[in-house]
Structure formats: structure tokens, C-alpha cells
């Protein structure tokens, strides 16, 4: 992984200095609340419903052992023992004191770490593929170009302040793991004709408010060209963003508003007037990142049947839970957040260091966060996959459930968040109490489901197969229900099927359903290709057959 040079860990010292000094000036009363409120959104400090939020950054989703050990202790001492891992692949802290907050970031600068731009509307924490590096259908590694970016991007006095937030993924597979094509840029690793390495690049994806899917602007970008090309779509949107209306100033209303060829065009014309000037990611520079993401030192294995004469338990985990891996005598380990009974997303300080003990002995001391709000071992030996799964059992982080329904995206709602309408940790727990028996998940096979407390949608629920928003009528909590999502490669926004039900009606709803899923279904097929073949009459006719209540 990247690991600081000199000039990083100054760079990060300053800002916790920096930063160590406005929160003493704001509770001497020497800054307003509306002076500070730039300052902490700069450093991923937000004002929740019940106390501070401190967002930390997880360049794309990847820790050491130790700067996860770090995590944990911080959630130990500053916290409640407690964090939470975004689709962001970023990690959240809940309940920090405001006056703790500059030594939580002296602590994170200490393994490398920090909070800078995980707020604000500037270039957030760049995300990839889970699977980078690893994934046997990748066409190369997107983690070096996310750290280029990063570095690029961070402080960059031209984009500090954007008419609004702005994110970027990146991915390397076919297999869109990284959901690139519903962020504000998307870029896709691909091949030319010749066999040579680019970019495909998207623009003015998003969720939220107005919905859309990134257009694609540019089929072709040479590799050389990223941080030009990337700088003139941010000064197109710096040029003609909206600033006098937040719901309106991301760039994908920029790029409605012109049309994507009119929009193509004035990046086309912004990149070559300033190609000259334009930073560009030569060959050294990009070795020199490379460089810091090898390829682990692999031994030589062969394939190994590890399941045979095992107990039906650790099959249903190997199935579900591993994932093959480039490397022959190796598997990719996603370790679930999703325990029934818990907050999808939450782990606490004991299971961090449980996780950061594995990977020390099976995963070359790496852990990777996915932005469906899972930890991953990426490079375990076949042959430890049996020890891996009984440890994991013992932390509570095994619930072999991955890619089933109850392996949900959910924000932490109105439980916590003070933008949200409606909770969405009680609607969890009734969703997995309700589809409790693994079987009758299995037999329902792949299914999406993501939930939001609001329309700002953190969620993701315009893009799961299921999606569930929350909604605030006259003082009470009610759901909204979509379905059709999806962010996998074959993109595409759910849509809602009737009125929002109360919040107890959302796991009957869910369950009736899929109950017609499986009356519907031809052989072998998927939820979602089901739900695209009949279209939504038939769910939407289930779902309200027993609704009196829906409003």
C-alpha cells in the first residue's frame, strides 16, 4: 500500500495543528459556529442529531493492520467503542467530543491517516473496486490511479471550493464493483484496439436528489492525460455550476442542463486550451505509485477442495462469503458486517483488532473496506479459510450472507443523522428478523437491498434492486419502496412502486414481494432479471394486497 513520504506526513501534521487551534479559538468564543462550520466540514467534522460525526478518510478502502488497530483504539477511547463503515469506504465515528477531535487527528497522523476532505465541497475520498489487484476479470490495478488522484486533488487551490461535493471511483473490472457510473466522474480502466491502457471517462452521475447515471463523455483517454482531463471537467463545472441553490449545484444538473454533448464539448475545449499547461502523469511518476502496490509474495499453491467432509455452517460461509482470486491456492475472505441483530455497517473496537489479528497472519497485514459496507481479506491461503471462518465466527463477523438480502446498504438514518426523515436501524432489524433462516435467503438467491433516511440518498437505495427511502409524513416515519436498481455494470435507477407504507408494513411488504419473485421466477433466474422481464405490475399488485394502511 502508500505509504507517506516526508512531504505527506508534514502536510497532515500541519492540518491537525492547524485544526488543533480553530477548535480551540471556536470554544474560547473566539469563531462563530458559522466561522467554524467551513473549517470542521474541511477536516470530516459534521453536527449531528446527538453529537459530533467525525468522518475519517480510507483511501480506496484500503488499511494496514496497525492504522486498523489504530481505529479501534480510537473508538475505545474517544468514542464508545464503536465505528461505522460508509459506501464511501470511509469510516465514521458517532459520538466524539468536539474538544477531542484535534487529538483523534494527531492520532490518525501518527499511522498515516486523517480526515481531510471527507466533507466540504471539494474532491472526497476516492473509491475502487473492492477487489482490486485480486479480481481474475480485472484489466489492471485502478489503486494507483486513485492515490495519483488523491495526491493530486488534495488541497488543490483551484477545486477547494466547488459549487458542491464531488466523487470520483475508479474501476478496473467489467464488473462495475465500484457503482463508477453514479458518481460524478466514473472512470473505467479499459484496452484499445492496440492493447494499450486508458480511460473511459463519465460524468454527472449521482444520487440524491435528480437521480441520474453518468454520461459518457469521452470513450478514449490515454492514461498520460488523467489529471488534465480531469482538471478541465472540474473548471467546466467551477465555470458554469449553480451556486445559489445547493439542491441544484451538483454537476449532474450542470450536465442535464447543457446536454451532454454540449458539456463534452466544453471539456474538450477547456482540455486543449490549457494540454500545454495541463499536469501530466508520465511514466515514472506512474511506476512510482505502481510500485506501491505489487503484488503480494504469493507461494506457489495449488487449488484446494476445503469444504469437502466440512460442517454445512462453514460451506454456506465458503460459498457465500469467499471469492475467487486471481492468485491459484488463494481466496478473497469478505467479512460481513451484516450479523442479524446488528447495524449494517458497525463494528466495534474488539472486532476491529480481531480483524487486524487475521490479517497479520493470513492476509499480508491488509484490510480492505467495500463501499457495500463490508471488511475484506484479500489474500488468504486456501488452506487457512477454515481457521479464518472459526475466528471470524467467534467475533460475530461470519453471517454467511453476502449478496443475500439481508446483506443490506443502509445509511444510520434519523437515529443518528440530522438531515434524515425516518430511521432506518429498527427497519433493518425487522428486515433480518423477518428473513432470519438462511435457507429460504439462499433460495431467494441475489437480491440488493438499500435503504436511506432521506433523499440524499447515502444510502444508495435509487440503485438497489430493492430500494427503500424514508420519508417524513406529517411527523411519522413512512418508506418509500423502489425496485429495478441496480449498479453492477448494467446500470439503472429503481423505480417506485405506490404509495410509501408505515414502518412496521416494510418487512411484510419486502416479504410478499419476494414471495411473487418465487411464484415468477423461470429456472435459475435472478430477483432483478425477473423484476426487468415482467416489469413492476405484478410486485407492485403483491406489495399492496394487504395495505390498507399505505399512504
Known amino acids: 500500500m502508500y505509504r507517506y513520504d516526508e512531504l ?61 488497530r489504530a481505529l479501534a483504539a480510537i473508538a475505545r477511547r474517544y468514542d464508545r467503542g464503536y465505528g461505522h463503515f460508509t459506501t464511501r469506504q470511509n469510516l465514521q465515528l458517532n459520538w466524539p467530543a468536539l474538544a477531542d477531535v484535534p487529538d483523534i487527528l494527531a492520532e490518525l497522523a501518527q ?17 475502487a473496486d473492492h477487489m482490486a489487484g485480486i479480481a481474475p476479470d480485472e484489466i ?25 461535493k464531488f466523487k470520483i471511483a475508479v474501476t478496473g473490472s467489467p464488473e462495475d464493483r465500484a ?53 478541465a471537467i472540474l473548471r467546466v463545472y467551477n465555470l458554469y455550476g449553480r451556486r445559489d441553490n445547493i439542491h441544484k449545484a451538483r454537476i449532474k444538473v450542470l450536465v442535464k442542463a447543457l446536454g451532454p454533448e454540449r458539456f463534452r464539448e466544453e471539456v474538450e475545449r477547456e482540455w486543449q486550451a490549457g494540454r500545454a499547461e ?19 509474495p504469493y507461494e506457489s499453491l495449488g487449488e484446494t477442495d476445503v469444504t469437502s467432509g466440512r460442517e454445512p455452517a462453514f460451506q454456506a460461509w465458503y460459498r457465500y462469503n469467499t471469492r475467487p482470486h486471481r492468485v491459484s491456492g488463494y481466496r478473497a475472505v469478505l467479512v460481513s458486517l451484516k450479523a442479524h441483530g446488528a447495524v449494517p455497517g458497525d463494528v466495534s473496537s474488539a472486532q476491529m483488532e480481531g480483524v487486524a489479528s487475521l490479517a497479520e497472519r493470513v492476509s499480508f497485514g491488509l484490510v480492505r473496506s467495500t463501499h457495500t459496507q463490508n471488511l475484506l481479506l484479500a489474500d488468504v491461503p486456501q488452506r487457512a479459510l477454515y481457521e479464518v471462518w472459526r475466528e471470524l465466527a467467534a467475533l460475530g463477523l461470519a453471517t454467511p450472507n453476502i449478496g443475500t438480502l439481508t446483506d443490506m446498504i443502509s445509511c444510520p438514518g434519523l437515529d443518528f443523522c440530522s438531515l434524515a426523515n425516518a430511521g432506518t436501524i429498527a427497519v433493518a432489524r425487522d428486515i433480518q428478523q423477518r428473513f432470519d433462516d438462511l435457507d429460504y435467503l439462499y433460495d431467494l438467491g441475489e437480491i440488493e437491498i438499500k435503504m436511506s433516511g432521506c433523499m440524499n440518498a447515502c444510502g444508495h437505495h435509487h440503485v ?6 424514508g420519508v417524513d409524513k406529517h411527523g411519522e416515519e413512512w418508506y418509500q419502496i423502489s425496485l429495478g436498481g441496480s449498479a453492477n455494470g448494467f446500470t439503472a435507477l429503481g423505480e417506485v412502486i405506490g404509495p410509501s407504507v408505515a414502518q412496521h408494513e416494510v418487512a411484510p411488504t419486502l416479504e ?40
Open 111 to 127: 499511522v498515516q491517516m486523517h480526515a481531510i476532505q471527507t466533507s466540504g465541497n471539494c474532491v472526497r475520498n476516492v473509491t
Open 512 to 551: 410478499r414481494i419476494v414471495e411473487a419473485y418465487r411464484e415468477l421466477r423461470e429456472d435459475g433466474e435472478r430477483f432483478i432479471d425477473t423484476v426487468r422481464r415482467l416489469g413492476m405490475t405484478p410486485f407492485r399488485d403483491r406489495a399492496y394486497a394487504a395495505h390498507p394502511q399505505a399512504a
Open 140 to 164: 489492471d490495478d485502478p489503486r494507483p490511479y486513485c492515490e495519483i488522484i488523491r495526491q493530486w486533488a488534495t488541497l488543490h487551490p483551484e477545486f477547494t471550493y466547488l459549487p458542491r
Open 179 to 231: 457503482a463508477s457510473e453514479v458518481h460524478d466522474i466514473g472512470l473505467q480502466l479499459r484496452r484499445d484496439a492496440a492493447g494499450e491502457i486508458g480511460f473511459s471517462v463519465r460524468v454527472g452521475g449521482g444520487l440524491g436528489r435528480a437521480p441520474a447515471i453518468g454520461q459518457l463523455i469521452r470513450e478514449w483517454l490515454p492514461l498520460g492525460e488523467l489529471l488534465g482531463y480531469l482538471e
Open 278 to 296: 495541463a499536469p501530466r502523469l508520465t511514466a515514472a511518476e506512474l511506476e512510482r505509485v505502481r510500485a506501491c502496490f505489487r503484488p503480494q
Open 8 to 68: 505527506d506526513q508534514t502536510l497532515v501534521e500541519q492540518r491537525v495543528a492547524e485544526f488543533r487551534d480553530q477548535v480551540r479559538r471556536h470554544l474560547a468564543g473566539e469563531l462563530s459556529e458559522e466561522e467554524f462550520r467551513p473549517l470542521r466540514l474541511r477536516n470530516g467534522l459534521y453536527i449531528q442529531r446527538h453529537a459530533p460525526m467525525l468522518r475519517i478518510a480510507i483511501p480506496y478502502g484500503l488499511l494496514s493492520s496497525r492504522q486498523l
Open 464 to 469: 438497489g434492486h430493492i430500494g427503500i427511502l
